[in-house]
């Protein structure tokens, strides 16, 4: 299994990026997904994750009314799209697949594939 995270870049604040992440190696639909990130210094942390039929999602406190995730099951593609961006949601984005768990429990960092990551820089 292998996840491609790409769709980083420069942004001012109160600018929008949309990060893809696109799934390759079993079928999609049996992932549930996630987003985390991780800034310089931080431990890594969720953003947002959602159920393998995109029904259920859940978003830190942090980016709730910001960040939507959503997912195309016959794309294999899972989107973040972030709008309203903060200079402190600057980070390496990764997104992260569980076979075995839950949004709920990706949600706590237990996923079995995890994605190379892509930076979000967000300039005042």
């Known amino acids: 299994v292998q996840l491609q995270a790409s769709g980083g870049g420069l942004v001012q604040t109160g600018g929008s990026l949309r990060l893809t992440c696109q799934v390759s190696?079993?079928?999609?639909?049996?992932?549930?997904m996630g987003w985390f990130r991780q800034a310089p210094g931080k431990e890594r942390e969720i953003v947002t994750t959602?159920?393998?039929?995109?029904?259920?999602?859940y978003y830190a406190e942090s980016v709730k009314g910001r960040f939507t995730i959503s997912r195309d099951n016959t794309k294999g593609t899972v989107y973040l799209q972030m709008n309203s961006l903060k200079t402190e949601d600057t980070a390496v984005y990764f997104c992260?697949?569980?076979?075995?768990?839950?949004?709920?429990?990706?949600?706590?960092?237990?996923?079995?594939?995890w994605g190379q990551g892509t930076q979000v820089t967000v300039s005042s």
């Open positions: 959602i159920s393998r039929d995109g029904s259920n999602t």
């Open positions: 992260a697949a569980t076979i075995r768990g839950s949004y709920v429990s990706i949600s706590a960092g237990l996923s079995d594939y």
């Open positions: 190696g079993r079928t999609f639909s049996s992932y549930a």
